[in-house]
């Protein structure tokens, strides 16, 4: 049987700087939400080859995403925050914390990445008939960690380090 959209659940980070973050669910104005990893390439064809060789050189992810506004919801908030703000630089970063639901949880919670982005607001309105919406994507900064998440309590635990939260 395969799995329901709502197993795999993603947090951003509403008080970044902060050592342990304070995690929202991405997800109420959200009716979709997936992550692209924009595959990196390299092609180059030699003159006596008929065929190309390319080569995986890396990712560049990002999760354009589009919520209705959802007054009091503490992920809008900080993404409206953002768009008022309009920061650059170090201002657009914050990291998220991707949770497995499907896998199952163990002792600490789901299996999950923590991951640092910048969240940049690509759009603000939508057509008179539409709810009121906010675009914005969400891009990957280099690598993240794994760990487990505890969606109840918020708390990522970095793999191998027992009781240590971030």
Do not use: C
């Amino acid at each position: 049987m395969s799995e329901k959209r709502s197993a795999f659940l993603l947090f951003v980070n509403t008080a970044p700087g902060e050592n342990t973050g304070t995690y929202a669910l991405v997800g109420d104005g959200v009716t979709e939400l997936s992550i692209s990893y924009n595959p990196q390439t390299s092609t180059e064809q030699f003159i006596h080859q008929d065929t190309a060789n390319t080569e995986l050189t890396g990712y560049q992810p990002n999760a354009p995403v589009t919520a209705q506004v959802v007054k009091g919801d503490a992920a809008f908030e900080f993404i409206n925050g953002l768009r008022k703000r309009l920061p650059i630089g170090s201002g657009a970063h914050t990291d998220i914390v991707m949770t497995d639901i499907f896998e199952g949880a163990s002792s600490g919670g789901y299996p999950a990445a923590k991951q640092p982005v910048s969240i940049q607001i690509d759009s603000y309105g939508g057509a008179a008939s539409d709810p009121l919406a906010i675009s914005y994507t969400i891009n990957w900064r280099g690598e993240g960690v794994e760990g487990t998440f505890n969606p109840d309590t918020k708390a990522f635990t970095p793999r191998g380090n027992a009781g240590e939260e971030g």
